[in-house]
């Protein structure tokens, strides 16, 4: 059975910087596409960003385009979400999901899709 953990998340001034990890226990991470969602309070949930399970497969919502990085070192199982820039706009609780691909190196969008979804971690931007 696949569990996420995130971590990292924590308070920051706007335009600083925050790694968020999520680290896989009980199976291989490799064999899953990963996704980053977040949600604001009073808000749905809405995507982020997104892994293949291959690595060579990335996208990004319009609103954190160029200024947030995902990846994954498949061989620690775990992935990354680097956030610079950060703006208030950003604050939310930050949740990492994995699911099993059809393809390796296709990623997925909809929260519906994925199986496995960790704990979240807060994020929170603020002067």
């Known amino acids: 059975q696949l569990r996420l953990v995130e971590s990292g998340g924590g308070s920051v001034q706007p335009g600083g910087s925050l790694r968020l990890s999520c680290g896989a226990s009980g199976v291989t991470l490799g064999d899953y596409a990963i996704g980053w969602f977040r949600q604001a309070p009073g808000k749905e949930r809405e995507g982020v960003s997104f892994i293949s399970a291959d690595g060579g497969e990335t996208n990004y919502a319009n609103s954190v385009k160029g200024r947030f990085t995902i990846s994954r070192d498949n061989a620690k199982n775990t992935a990354f979400l680097q956030m610079n820039r950060l703006k208030p706009e950003d604050t939310a609780v930050y949740y990492c999901?994995?699911?099993?691909?059809?393809?390796?190196?296709?990623?997925?969008?909809?929260?519906?899709?994925?199986?496995?979804w960790g704990q979240g971690t807060q994020v929170t931007v603020s002067s």
């Open positions: 999901a994995a699911g099993v691909p059809i393809n390796p190196g296709s990623y997925y969008s909809l929260p519906g899709w994925y199986d496995y």
